[in-house]
């Protein structure tokens, strides 16, 4: 007990000493602190803090910049290496459905054929490889398509091709007028022709709206008979322009088909 005694006194002691000098440092810490602030470096150690604050803020952002870069490079080559397989795939598919592809550049020669005899074409289908949303390059030409009349035989062409290729439930197709606008009579009438032909032998219907001067422009090239059989017989509505209700919808439809953002303001 007397050991302890005596060390408690002399660590109290020593405690004593100790808040002394802390009394002692801390007034010493006062000074030097109003001796700094009566000289603006306090403003500059403030600022200089706030400036380290926004530092490390920014360096926080850019190690967050660096982890999404590095995500997104990851991932860019992830769709790469998938855009590969998806290739391989395509080109494999295209190699073993060669024989049925073929049938289909067949048929789209034929229809084209009957149309002009004389003129080139053919369908087109190849692995659209690259970056790019779509996973097969289609092109159906007819020579000299750039023209509209023949233009519109060739999207006659595809659009039978897919009908004809019955893969879907849909049996029919319709045209608007604006599909005969620009062919030429003969055209009109092969087309009509090969609608005849296919529509006899299967369960497929042919729907369009043409008009009257189209439809007149290869009477002349037909049999009375054949005229009635092939078009008369199949007129299932007669449309025409003197009322609303006499068109196809019973309203007036005004439609920017072309996009050019027409203005019906001011019409009387």
Not at 126 to 143: D, F, K, P, Q, V
Not at 162 to 171: A, D, E, G, M, T
Request: aromatic fraction near 8%.
């Amino acid at each position: 007990n007397t050991r302890l005694r005596k060390e408690l006194l002399k660590q109290k002691q020593r405690l004593k000493e100790i808040d002394a000098e802390i009394v002692q440092i801390g007034k010493r810490m006062d000074e030097l602190l109003e001796y700094l602030n009566s000289h603006g470096a306090l403003e500059e150690y403030v600022a200089l803090t706030k400036q380290l604050s926004a530092l490390r803020n920014e360096l926080n952002r850019i190690h967050e910049y660096q982890q999404i870069l590095k995500a997104y490079r990851d991932t860019k080559l992830d769709i790469k290496a998938s855009m590969i397989e998806q290739d391989k795939a395509t080109d494999l598919y295209l190699e073993e459905n060669n024989v049925y592809l073929d049938t289909l550049r067949t048929k789209f020669w034929e229809y084209a054929k009957r149309f002009y005899p004389k003129k080139k074409s053919g369908l087109v289908i190849r692995n659209n490889s690259g970056e790019n949303t779509l996973r097969y390059s289609l092109e159906a030409r007819i020579e000299d398509d750039s023209s509209d009349g023949v233009n519109e035989v060739r999207m006659f062409c595809f659009d039978w091709l897919l009908l004809n290729c019955q893969v879907s439930k849909i049996k029919f197709i319709a045209h608007d007028s604006r599909m005969f606008a620009n062919m030429d009579p003969r055209q009109r009438e092969t087309l009509f022709r090969i609608v005849n032909e296919c529509c006899q032998n299967t369960d497929f219907q042919y729907i369009c709206s043409i008009n009257e001067d189209a439809l007149l422009s290869f009477q002349s090239m037909m049999g009375e008979e054949e005229y009635k059989n092939i078009i008369q017989d199949n007129i299932i509505m007669e449309l025409n322009d003197d009322d609303p209700s006499s068109k196809l919808l019973g309203v007036q439809i005004d439609i920017d088909l072309e996009d050019k953002g027409k203005s019906s303001e001011d019409m009387k």
